[in-house]
Each structure stands twice: as structure tokens, then as C-alpha cells.
């Protein structure tokens, strides 16, 4: 319990912090006050109560505790925490979201004290998951993972993969907060003050419940001691709250979301706060200094692939992370409960320790990816390419937390064959080329796959490779080279009529109908297009230009693919381009037969070339 | 309880079921048998023990019972109890997974039994809520909708949202059946064989369940008794069953999933399932003769916008909603929890009873959109651009189900201002253009909305309406028309040196840029790319060649967007493209300072264009 000296002190900070959500929030005349003051007890109580370890000026301090604002849109409070700890002034906070003001309307990374950006409801418990995984089983480090979230956002699907993963893993070191304050963007949440219906849910979901009033100190400060008591399970803390908390005519009034006061409102609302001590602050506790003990890498095993030795790309993804992780031992294998497809088994076998199974739920595993990678790990996310669809606003988001993250989607295209298009991803470059700072690989071989694994083990950002169910032919040496950004031309001559570019499969449709034109005498230029994103521009212009034009051929739909990436990478300077991708429906067959009816196979190739040799 | 000839019966129809099941399965060479035959006691009970009323003749009858296999693999199972209902002969089953079959590897509209394309996890008890839905609230029919779920997909966060929502809407017509059977894909799932501890979340979440011997016809059929007493809530049953129940070396052992018999397999697991009655069939009992009385359609009221006064086009839109509902007595709105920012609180306003509040739950609603227009609703969902990324394999599974299904995404784009990337639609066009029969529209004004979102009413399909949330004037006169896969041409002249296509609000930054440029006597054409997909490749190759090219201004990331849909309309016959488009990472600011900072404002069109001029 708090003692009297203290509670006056805590009771300080909140007044300021009130004073500050709401001066700052009027000035930039956008924000979200009320969701700021409804959390300020729970949050000065959890940085300032004694409870929070953090080296200040150290915020990569590896046994940091962490906290995140899986409520993105409370940032007044979150910002004015670090004010009162010291770490900004109030002429910091009337930055806020100004252009160029590391005080965003939402977290992001421009802010230093920022763990991930959040700001898209329901994933800071997934990122607080990833983070907690690390602290317990890879750093085995005593911080905690604290997250707080909104009641809004406990309606999302997402927050529920997590609670289970969580309670699966025995996360003692992840503790939420959950500010249930009743209101919602545009009125009432489904439960309202009902803080039994979410004690209810979560405890039946395995975390440990601890139910308080939210803008009682010593409430507030029993519950964060008691969940430092807990083991073998997360902790929620489950806090009645009001919105808008400390200033009559806001409080607990709908109408009241992401609205700031005027400045006469402002006027009206200060003296309610009663007196502002603006020199107050805060003091956070240092973190013991305890650092992980990572292994010292060792060289990766060359490889050993037989040339014509078919085997799947997916298959040799597998291999690729079992020969690296000796080099790269911060690397981690995440799966969505088809290891065995995408042959994230074959690491798993291999280095069970740092294999995390995420069972169906690819939202919660790229989140925990997310946290994985904000602790200095190199997460490897896999699962069927149609079902990171899934976890899109994850993958999205992902990219303004600046992440070192890797995706690999197996199962591409309409070359699965029976299992039909409901298993076929058609969407995934489009979808992963769409994410601004991504790397889009796509290997057609198991060297290029593992060259591919390695470049992006290499490149520090978010890569995504895209691998094949079936085998196919090994065509390239060990020694064979595949930076990011590049392309490998197969076949051609001084003669070619056209430039075929293949990728994955196609390229071997595209080989094949090379061998059949040849035999009719017409001779085609062969590209394997293995770095979909970025394209490499040069070449194919100049491949364009000493041929007819350019043919296209992905096994995915045709709008955001390789056809577009490489119109894209042309525009100013056009060639004419020749976009085969799945244009029907997909259906049930066997690979060929579904590569022939979506006319991306190596006959409507030899088709589409004759019709351009004829054309002129 | 059944009596001892209907357990015989029931029991003949199972081992039937078995072999079929078995039979087709090794005769496809793939599919999931395992899977299949769990569930299969749990389905024959439903459709032939007097429970589930279907007129087989007639799948549209509006009041039949509907059943949807959210484990969509379970196909086998699926098929073959349409075969004992006596609606497929052996010979048809034993077309399963060919080419051209209807009967895929997954459920595909191409079977008429279908009610909704399945096969992506998680995803049928949204479709099923939306039918509960459209039941309880829209049609008032007393039917009953069933969907039988797998236990690994109860990992995906989905099922969470549409478990709380249904019990939120007292979805008494709504019957879950959990086929437990312990084993997913790659091994066991987190519960295995707990009942309880599905029963402990599914309870919390406010369900009634009921605990069964998934194998065990007296209390299969006493559970679907049961079921049909409760009222008030959604029902569970929750099944304890071995995969690959009937043959006793596969029976509950890992490693047969998604897994075939191979022939001298099937050789030794016939005889276990004991004779075999090839000519039994089951019988299910007719419906009630019920139709729901819809409203007539009455003229909707002409629009009445003053040119060139302000208005959102998120604003047109809920006014659009509410002003055509009359005409289209079949619309509903579909919202998560944003209708005061996407305006659908309009339309929510004026017909209550047509609204359904979706909390921020995405996925959930986009399965129930899919699930009211199976039912023959026109549902309009919406929210935030940037969110349908959340619901993305929603979204890319509805296609498959062939829907008349449309979404509207607010707040797109960098335009939005100070909330920052979190909240910025910037992949929507990329994700919504990737599904394969989509139509994707973009208007910049008023009346343009008004009149796209009534050409989204005439169009049979999926279609997606991209929405601003800053105001924008009225351009358009009320009679303009804009029919799908059209443009405007808003300035031309005989020496026009380049075009500009602006879509939303970058139409406005041409608009001006073109002011500006006369001044210095450069005229440049606008268009006004309203239809992103289809789009009008005739109309613009005929502007480009009229002028140095064509430069597309997109509030949006390069990839999948508008300057790549307009480059693959183009791309036979290129033209120079030059794409403006969001290309560094966004952040909070004002709309004006964002659009200069990105380059997609009048200034940095009137520069490139400059650069064009200069560069001949």
C-alpha cells in the first residue's frame, strides 16, 4: 500500500498529467483526450508506483520492462508519461502531431520511447506476446510486458488469439491492462461497466484476473504487486474506468471520442482539475542489468543440391533456416499449425528451442513476430501465402514499427492443384508488395531458395518469399549468387523475338515452351524474375528493348503481381508487356490442368509468342 | 431418443458414409478422410434424424434449414451426405477433386448444395451468424442455421468475434456443432480432447452448450433436441470425436491429415466397417412453406447537392444509403463500430432495423455480409480503408461464394491528416483490385458517390467504394452519369501536353495544378478516374496518345494501385506513365502538408509536368 507521501505525489502526477492530455490535445486541435484521462491512474501507477523498471537512457536496454499502448489512440497520455518522467517538456507536447513532431497522432517510431507503432485496435497484446516469448524462453530475462488496451478493442478476434497463445505459453511475465471505460468511438461497448463479463471471458481463456477501480492508487498499486506474484500464467488487470476522467462535463458522456475541448471549453475545464504542480515528476526504477547470453555464430553448411534433383521450394525454405541458424542465431520459426506444409518442421526438428508453434491464429503469430523482432530476434513467419491474408493489418502495420521480419507464404498459386482456390494464394504479392518498404523474393529452385532465405537474413527490413507445393528441378549451382533487386536471364540470343519472365513455376513453364519454339526455329529470351520487388528495372528494359516486348507469367491474379511490378518498374519508359497471370476462376484439378485453363502454362506461352511473330 | 430401427437405420447410413468417404477419397488421391469421417455421426444425426428441414428440390426455398461446413476440407463427409439424401450417385462422388467436377476440393458454389464458399478456417459461423441474422431480424423465418466447426480452427480469432456477436444479437437460430477431435493438421491441438475447456470460453461467451459422444446417435440427437429449446442464445455442441473414427489404424493417430488411403489401405479398412448397404438413404424433412414479405420498392428522391459547396464522400454516402434504401428494399448496413466516421450512422438513423452494429470486429463482419447476401440481401460494410486489411481473407474468400456484396472503406489515404499510418487506407486499392472479379470505384464528390454507390446497387457482385474524409466541392451536376468502368474528362483542349488522372481527392490537386499551368500557358487534360477497376483502357490510350503521356496522382502506395491498374490497361500498347503516389513513409500532419511531403499534390504535378515540357 501506498503510503499517504506517496499517494499525494502519484495524485500530482495525474492532475499534471490531466493538465497536460488536455492542453496539448486543444492545441494540436485533434486528438483523443478522454481516452487519455480514462487510463492515467492505471498508467502513472504502473510507471511511478515503484512497479516499472526502465533504464531512461537506455531504452534498448535488453531487461527494459516494456510497455505498450496496444490503445494507439491514447498517445497524450502516453507522450505526457514520459513528460513526467522527465524525458520531454511542455513545449515538447505542444508539438503534438505537428509535421515533423516526433509526437505522432499515433506511436510510432519517430518517438524513442515507442515499442512498436499500434494505432490499428487489437494487436499490442499480440506484440506484448512476442516480447514476453523472448524475455521467457530466448533471453530468459526477468522483465515484464506490460500492454495497455481499450475495452473497444476486445471485440477484435485477434486479442483472443493472443489471450490463448498466451495462457498456451505460461506467460507470467505479460500483463494487461485493460481500461474499460465503457464508451466506444460511437457509443457504448457491448458490455458497458460490466467488468464481470470480461473477467468471465479472459479467466476462462487461462489468465489470471485481477478486477479494480481504476482511478484508485492503491487499487491500482495492489493489483500490479499481486500480478508480479503470479506464475505460469498472464496476468489482466481489469480496471472500471471513466472516460474523460477528472472534468465534469466530459466525463463518461459519449459524443466525447477523439474530440478535443476548444480553447473555451479548455478554459472551463483546468480549474476542475484544481491545482497544477508543473514541476512534479515521476521517478521509474533502473532494471537489474542483466543481459542475454546469445550463442556465438557458427558458418553455415554449404549447400548440396543434386542439379535436376526436383525437390519443392518449401521444402528447401525449411532447409535453408536448419543450415543458417548456426550463423544467424538470433533467427526464431514461427508457423500457423501447418509446419509440416510449409516445412518450418524441418527447423523445428532441428532447433525445437527456438521454434514457437502459433497454432491457427496468423493474426496473433505475426503480431508475436512483431515483438519477437523488437527484441533483436529475426522472426520467420510461415504459412500457406493465401493465409497471411489473414493477418494483413498485421503485416501492414508491421512496417511503422521498422521491424527486422521475414514471411514466408507457401502453397502459391493454382499449382497446388485439388485442394482449390479457397488454398491457393492468388493475392499474396500484391498484398505483400503493397507494404512500402518490403522485399518481394520469389525462387523458382532450392538454391535459390536457400541463397534467397539467406539475402534475406542479410537485409534488415521485412522480406517476404513465396514458395511452391510441388518439387521442381534444381537449375542452379551452389555457387550461384542472388542479391535482392536482381534477375538471372536463362536463355538467349542475339535473335529473340520475345522476353518470357517467369517466377516460381512459371519459370518452367517459360523453359519449356523456350525447347518447343526452339525446335519451330523462333528463339525467346528467359528471364526468372526471383526479386519480384524491387525489380530490376535496367534489365528488363534492356531485354525489352532487343526483343518484341515482354511476356509476364504468374501463377497469382493479375492485379498487384509480377505483370504490374513490371509495368510499374517500366512506365516512364513503355514497352509493350504481355500479362499472363490467373485470370479464371480457379477450380479443383491437377496442377497442369489448372496452369492450361488459367493460360499461364508453357502452351498458352508458345501461343501468345506465335501470335506475336505473326503480328508483324 | 431415436428407436432401435431409426439407430439402425442411422447406423446403416454411417457406415455407408465411411465408405464412401473412404472410396472417393482414394479414388482422388487426396482429400480428408480423417477429417471427414469424425464428423460423421454428428451430420447424419442433423440432416436424416428429423432435425434439419430442407426442400432438396428447391436449395433457394427461403425458410429451409442452411448447414455450413466451416471446416471446409470435411468435404468428403459433405458430398456424400448429399449422396445419401439421394442427390449424388456413387459415380458422381467418384468424380471428387477432378477437373471439372463440381464436387472440389473444397466448397465452391459449383455444387448447388453449397451455401457458401469455405475452406479458408475460421470463417462459416460468420457466414452462418449473417444467415441467423437475415433470420431473425430481416426475413423473420423460423429456420435454423448449422454450421459444423473443427476444433484447430477455434484457435483463429475470428471465431471469438462471431461468437460474442451472436450471443450479443441473441442468435437462438444459430447451432455451432465442434467436431473435437483432437488432432489438427501437424499434431494435437492446445485443448486435445478437454472438453471443458471449450466449454469454459464458449459458455463465457455467452453461449449455451451442450456436451456430447460425437459418436453416440442418442446423443447427437438429443443435443439438436435440446437446441431447439433454448432460446435467446446461440447453441454449441460440442463433440467429443476421434478422426478417422470406423477404420482402427488411422483411427485418432497424428500423421493422417488431409491423407488418403492408399489402395491396399483402402483393402484393409473396408471389412472393419462391416457390411455395407449401398442402397440405404436417408430422408429430410421439409421445410415450413414460409416466404418473408419484403418491402416494395418505392423511386428513390433525386439528389439535391449545390455545386461546388463541400461535402465528404463518406458523407454522400451514408446519404446515399439512406436515399435509395426505398428502391432497394434488400440493402443493409453493416458497420464495426466507426458509423459516425463512415456515415452509415445516416442510413442507420433513418431504418434501424436495416443497421447491424458489428463492433470492431472486421472479420466477423464480412462473414456476416457474405452470410445476409447469401440470403439474397444487398449488405454495404463498412469501415475504416486501412481495416478491411483486417478482414482481407474474409474479403478474398467472398468472391468464391459469388456474392452481391459491397464495402465501403473511409478515410483513405495520407489525406486524412494528423491520426497518421495507422488509420490511412493505403493498400485497399491494391487488396480490393487483387480480387479477381471485383469492381473497385473511387468518387471524388458528392453526387459522384451518390450515383457510384447506386451503380454498386445494379451490379451483381463485389464492389468496393473508396471513400475521403476531408470535404470536397460538388463538380458534378445531378444528372451526370457514371456507369462502372467509365471516366470524365474534365479539361481538354487541342494542345493539351500531357494528361493528369486524379482520382478522389488528388482530382482536385489536377483541378488546381491545372489552373495553375494555364496561367503559364501549359494546358494539360484531367480525367477523372472514378472506375479504378474495370477501367476505360480505350479512353485513356486515346488521351495519352493525344498527348506526352499520361500521369496518374494516387492518395495511395505505388503497388496495386491506381497508376499500375491504368498501366495494365495500357500495357499491349504502352504509353509513357508517370505514377505520383505515396512513396515515403506517412506521417501525421496536415492533409496539405502531407500531400506536398508525399508528392502527390497540385505542386508536385504543376513540377512534373514542368519537367515533361522541359525535357523535349
Same mark, same amino acid.
Given at each position: 500500500?501506498?503510503?499517504?507521501?506517496?499517494?499525494?505525489?502519484?495524485?500530482?502526477?495525474?492532475?499534471?498529467?490531466?493538465?497536460?492530455?488536455?492542453?496539448?490535445?486543444?492545441?494540436?486541435?485533434?486528438?483523443?483526450? /478522454?481516452?487519455?484521462?480514462?487510463?492515467?491512474?492505471?498508467?502513472?501507477?504502473?510507471?511511478?508506483?515503484?512497479?516499472? %523498471?526502465?533504464?531512461?537512457?537506455?531504452?534498448?536496454?535488453?531487461?527494459?520492462?516494456?510497455?505498450?499502448?496496444?490503445?494507439?489512440?491514447?498517445?497524450?497520455?502516453?507522450?505526457?508519461?514520459?513528460?513526467?518522467?522527465?524525458?520531454?517538456?511542455?513545449?515538447?507536447?505542444?508539438?503534438?502531431?505537428?509535421?515533423?513532431?516526433?509526437?505522432?497522432?499515433?506511436? /510510432?517510431?519517430?518517438? %524513442?520511447?515507442?515499442?512498436?507503432?499500434?494505432?490499428?485496435?487489437?494487436?499490442?497484446?499480440?506484440?506484448?506476446?512476442?516480447?514476453?516469448?523472448?524475455?521467457?524462453?530466448?533471453?530468459?530475462?526477468?522483465?515484464?510486458?506490460?500492454?495497455?488496451?481499450?475495452?473497444?478493442?476486445?471485440?477484435?478476434?485477434?486479442?483472443?488469439?493472443?489471450?490463448?497463445?498466451?495462457?498456451?505459453?505460461?506467460?507470467?511475465?505479460?500483463?494487461?491492462?485493460?481500461?474499460?471505460?465503457?464508451?466506444?468511438?460511437?457509443?457504448?461497448?457491448?458490455?458497458?461497466?460490466?467488468?464481470?463479463?470480461?473477467?468471465?471471458?479472459?479467466?476462462?481463456?487461462?489468465?489470471?484476473?485481477?478486477?479494480?477501480?481504476?482511478?484508485?492508487?492503491?487499487?491500482?498499486?495492489?493489483?500490479?504487486?499481486?500480478?508480479? /506474484?503470479?506464475?505460469?500464467?498472464?496476468?489482466?488487470?481489469?480496471?472500471? /474506468?471513466?472516460?474523460?476522467?477528472?472534468?465534469?462535463?466530459?466525463?463518461?458522456?459519449?459524443?466525447?471520442?477523439?474530440?478535443?475541448?476548444?480553447?473555451?471549453?479548455?478554459?472551463?475545464?483546468?480549474?476542475?482539475?484544481?491545482?497544477?504542480?508543473?514541476?512534479?515528476?515521476?521517478?521509474?526504477?533502473?532494471?537489474?542489468?542483466?543481459?542475454?547470453?546469445?550463442? @556465438?555464430?557458427?558458418?553455415?553448411?554449404?549447400?548440396?543440391?543434386?542439379?535436376?534433383?526436383?525437390?519443392?521450394? %518449401?521444402?528447401?525454405?525449411?532447409?535453408?533456416?536448419?543450415?543458417?541458424?548456426?550463423?544467424?542465431?538470433?533467427?526464431?520459426?514461427?508457423? @500457423?499449425?501447418?509446419?509440416?506444409?510449409?516445412?518450418?518442421?524441418?527447423?523445428?526438428? @532441428?532447433?525445437?528451442?527456438?521454434?514457437?508453434?502459433?497454432?491457427?491464429?496468423?493474426?496473433?503469430?505475426?503480431?508475436?513476430?512483431?515483438?519477437?523482432?523488437?527484441?533483436?530476434?529475426?522472426?520467420?513467419?510461415?504459412?500457406?501465402?493465401?493465409?497471411?491474408?489473414?493477418?494483413?493489418?498485421?503485416?501492414?502495420?508491421?512496417?511503422?514499427?521498422?521491424?527486422?521480419?521475414?514471411?514466408?507464404?507457401?502453397?502459391?498459386?493454382?499449382?497446388?492443384?485439388?485442394?482449390?482456390?479457397?488454398?491457393?494464394?492468388?493475392?499474396?504479392?500484391?498484398?505483400?508488395?503493397?507494404?512500402?518498404?518490403?522485399?518481394?523474393?520469389?525462387?523458382?529452385?532450392?538454391?535459390?531458395?536457400?541463397?534467397?532465405?539467406?539475402?534475406?537474413?542479410?537485409?534488415?527490413?521485412?522480406?517476404?518469399?513465396?514458395?511452391?507445393?510441388?518439387?521442381?528441378?534444381?537449375?542452379?549451382?551452389?555457387?550461384?549468387?542472388?542479391?535482392?533487386?536482381?534477375?538471372?536471364?536463362?536463355?538467349?540470343?542475339?535473335?529473340?523475338?520475345?522476353?518470357?519472365?517467369?517466377?516460381?513455376?512459371?519459370?518452367?513453364?517459360?523453359?519449356?515452351?523456350?525447347?518447343?519454339?526452339?525446335?519451330?526455329?523462333?528463339?525467346?529470351?528467359?528471364?526468372?524474375?526471383?526479386?519480384?520487388?524491387?525489380?530490376?528495372?535496367?534489365?528488363?528494359?534492356?531485354?525489352?528493348?532487343?526483343?518484341?516486348?515482354?511476356?509476364?507469367?504468374?501463377?497469382?491474379?493479375?492485379?498487384?503481381?509480377?505483370?504490374?511490378?513490371?509495368?510499374?518498374?517500366?512506365?516512364?519508359?513503355?514497352?509493350?508487356?504481355?500479362?499472363?497471370?490467373?485470370?479464371?476462376?480457379?477450380?479443383?484439378?491437377?496442377?497442369?490442368?489448372?496452369?492450361?485453363?488459367?493460360?499461364?502454362?508453357?502452351?498458352?506461352?508458345?501461343?501468345?509468342?506465335?501470335?506475336? @511473330?505473326?503480328?508483324?
Amino acid at each position: 500500500m501506498p503510503d499517504a507521501a506517496q499517494l499525494e505525489h502519484l495524485k500530482k502526477l495525474a492532475t499534471l498529467i490531466r493538465y497536460d492530455i488536455l492542453t496539448m490535445t486543444t492545441q494540436a486541435g485533434s486528438g483523443h483526450p /478522454t481516452s487519455s484521462m480514462s487510463a492515467a491512474e492505471l498508467m502513472i501507477g504502473l510507471m511511478f508506483g515503484g512497479i516499472f %523498471r526502465y533504464d531512461l537512457d537506455n531504452p534498448k536496454h535488453p531487461n527494459n520492462d516494456r510497455l505498450i499502448f496496444s490503445k494507439g489512440h491514447a498517445t497524450p497520455l502516453f507522450y505526457s508519461l514520459w513528460a513526467l518522467a522527465g524525458k520531454l517538456t511542455e513545449a515538447d507536447l505542444m508539438t503534438y502531431r505537428h509535421f515533423g513532431s516526433p509526437l505522432e497522432g499515433h506511436p /510510432t517510431m519517430s518517438f %524513442r520511447y515507442t515499442e512498436a507503432a499500434t494505432g490499428s485496435l487489437g494487436q499490442g497484446l499480440a506484440i506484448g506476446l512476442g516480447v514476453a516469448l523472448n524475455a521467457k524462453y530466448l533471453d530468459r530475462l526477468p522483465y515484464t510486458t506490460y500492454v495497455l488496451l481499450g475495452d473497444s478493442e476486445m471485440a477484435e478476434g485477434s486479442q483472443w488469439e493472443t489471450m490463448q497463445l498466451a495462457a498456451h505459453y505460461k506467460l507470467d511475465n505479460l500483463v494487461g491492462v485493460l481500461d474499460v471505460n465503457r464508451l466506444g468511438q460511437r457509443g457504448e461497448t457491448m458490455y458497458g461497466h460490466d467488468l464481470m463479463a470480461y473477467e468471465r471471458r479472459i479467466a476462462a481463456f487461462g489468465w489470471e484476473t485481477i478486477l479494480v477501480d481504476g482511478h484508485a492508487f492503491p487499487e491500482v498499486l495492489a493489483a500490479y504487486s499481486r500480478a508480479m /506474484t503470479v506464475t505460469d500464467k498472464p496476468v489482466m488487470i481489469i480496471a472500471r /474506468t471513466i472516460k474523460g476522467k477528472g472534468v465534469s462535463f466530459i466525463e463518461d458522456k459519449n459524443g466525447w471520442h477523439g474530440k478535443t475541448l476548444s480553447r473555451e471549453e479548455l478554459a472551463k475545464a483546468l480549474p476542475e482539475l484544481g491545482p497544477v504542480d508543473k514541476t512534479v515528476r515521476g521517478k521509474v526504477q533502473k532494471p537489474e542489468d542483466l543481459r542475454p547470453a546469445p550463442a @556465438a555464430p557458427k558458418p553455415a553448411a554449404p549447400l548440396a543440391y543434386e542439379p535436376g534433383a526436383s525437390l519443392a521450394t %518449401r521444402k528447401a525454405y525449411g532447409n535453408a533456416l536448419k543450415r543458417l541458424y548456426p550463423q544467424y542465431p538470433d533467427l526464431v520459426s514461427l508457423d @500457423a499449425e501447418v509446419s509440416n506444409s510449409t516445412y518450418a518442421e524441418i527447423f523445428k526438428n @532441428a532447433f525445437p528451442q527456438e521454434f514457437f508453434e502459433m497454432y491457427i491464429a496468423e493474426q496473433n503469430m505475426v503480431g508475436a513476430g512483431l515483438g519477437l523482432a523488437t527484441r533483436g530476434k529475426i522472426p520467420f513467419v510461415s504459412t500457406f501465402a493465401a493465409f497471411f491474408s489473414r493477418a494483413f493489418d498485421q503485416v501492414r502495420m508491421s512496417q511503422y514499427s521498422e521491424p527486422n521480419l521475414k514471411f514466408c507464404g507457401s502453397h502459391a498459386g493454382v499449382s497446388i492443384g485439388e485442394d482449390g482456390p479457397s488454398q491457393m494464394g492468388l493475392e499474396d504479392l500484391a498484398m505483400f508488395r503493397s507494404v512500402l518498404s518490403s522485399v518481394v523474393l520469389y525462387p523458382a529452385d532450392a538454391v535459390a531458395t536457400e541463397r534467397l532465405v539467406e539475402a534475406a537474413l542479410e537485409h534488415h527490413g521485412i522480406v517476404y518469399i513465396r514458395t511452391t507445393r510441388a518439387g521442381t528441378p534444381v537449375i542452379y549451382g551452389p555457387e550461384e549468387k542472388f542479391p535482392i533487386g536482381g534477375l538471372k536471364v536463362l536463355r538467349q540470343s542475339d535473335h529473340d523475338l520475345v522476353t518470357v519472365i517467369g517466377a516460381g513455376v512459371t519459370l518452367f513453364e517459360a523453359l519449356a515452351a523456350y525447347e518447343a519454339l526452339q525446335k519451330e526455329g523462333i528463339s525467346i529470351r528467359v528471364i526468372d524474375l526471383y526479386s519480384v520487388k524491387p525489380v530490376d528495372g535496367a534489365a528488363l528494359l534492356a531485354a525489352a528493348q532487343a526483343t518484341r516486348g515482354l511476356i509476364t507469367v504468374e501463377d497469382h491474379y493479375p492485379a498487384g503481381g509480377i505483370g504490374e511490378a513490371v509495368m510499374a518498374a517500366l512506365a516512364p519508359n513503355p514497352v509493350p508487356v504481355y500479362a499472363l497471370a490467373v485470370t479464371q476462376k480457379p477450380k479443383t484439378g491437377k496442377p497442369a490442368e489448372l496452369l492450361d485453363y488459367e493460360a499461364i502454362s508453357r502452351n498458352a506461352i508458345i501461343k501468345l509468342v506465335k501470335e506475336i @511473330a505473326a503480328s508483324r
